[in-house]
């Protein structure tokens, strides 16, 4: 029996999902690269909100890529810019580790959905 928006998720995906188990997480992202996601083979979608005035910069902490900076990274503008990922659309690379940097001291709201490895469907 479906009761809430979860049931609904497991119906409609096939396997339970769940936010963070510690729910949003805010990152605080300055000129020196910082991990705003780790890798998570489990995780099938995020939202990262910039709610800084500065802008910043997200890189798939990648060898091959090289390191994140404004001139290598994807741009999510200050004050509410932000990225989207979801695995249907997206792939695998919303399992990898994310790296950021910023213009300017901000912080970024990060908001992970993984398969729930607690909850039987």
Known sequence: MISSVRDLLTARWGVPLSTSPRG???V???????????????????????????????LPALAELGAVSSSNGIRVEA????????????????AWELQAIASAATTVLVLPVTIDQGRQP
């Open 79 to 94: 004050n509410g810019g932000n990225v989207t990922l979801i695995w249907a659309a997206d792939g695998e690379q919303v």
């Open 24 to 26: 949003p997480t805010k």
């Open 28 to 58: 605080a992202v300055a000129l020196a690269p910082v991990t705003v996601l780790k890798q998570d083979a489990a995780r099938v979608g995020f939202i990262i909100t910039n709610l800084g005035n500065g802008v910043i910069w997200l």
